[in-house]
């Protein structure tokens, strides 16, 4: 019984989360590539481990790539499902390093910890652009070249705005979520 109800939680948290993600996506549809979910997956990853995470980011892009207004693709969705749960993986295994291990480094230096989360954001959402960009160039059938080189506008936008959003909103998201959840294993 035990583990239904740890099971049950999991469950819960995920769907809650990518919830979350998949709603914001949908609130800034007008805004091309700044959105929250990024951030969203990257938090769930800190603070309910790698699978989690992923899990988050991979059932997001199930549902918002489905269902987007601007259309379906198999294998973008593909890219989509697979870059997005970098950010979960990758939250999740600096939250087991970072954050869970070290909650006064947290509240003694804000700033640092901030500026580290920045630096994650812009890093991942590079490499999730570069990646998404090269497999919609090869399913549009366009140069490699020419798919980078024309992304890259909606690639600094993406960037400066996870940068930024992951500075601001990564640790009080974490603290919050952490605390929010806290009663009880995961």
């Known amino acids: 019984m035990a583990n239904m109800v740890s099971s049950t939680r999991r469950a819960s948290i995920i769907a809650l989360m990518t919830a979350a993600c998949v709603s914001t996506n949908y609130l800034l549809i007008g805004v091309v590539n700044v959105k929250f979910m990024d951030l969203i997956v990257f938090v769930s990853g800190v603070v309910f481990g790698p699978l989690m995470g992923a899990s988050v980011g991979v059932l997001t892009w199930l549902v918002y790539g489905t269902l987007n207004p601007y259309g379906f693709s198999l294998p973008i969705l593909l890219a989509t499902c697979t870059g997005e ?12 390093k970072q954050i869970k291990n070290n909650h006064e480094t947290a509240s003694d230096y804000p700033w640092f910890i901030n500026v580290k989360f920045a630096i994650v954001g812009f890093l991942l959402t590079f490499v999730y652009d570069l990646f998404t ?9 366009i140069p490699l070249l020419v798919a980078l080189i024309s992304g890259i506008p909606f690639a600094i936008v993406h960037e400066i705005s996870n940068t ?12 919050a979520i952490g605390h929010l959840f806290s009663g ?3």
């Open 85 to 96: 749960s970098i950010y979960g993986i990758i939250g999740g295994i600096l939250g087991s």
């Open 133 to 141: 960009n090269i497999v919609s160039g090869l399913v549009v059938g």
């Open 164 to 175: 930024a959003f992951f500075f601001v909103g990564a640790l009080p998201l974490v603290r």
């Open 184 to 186: 009880g294993s995961i």
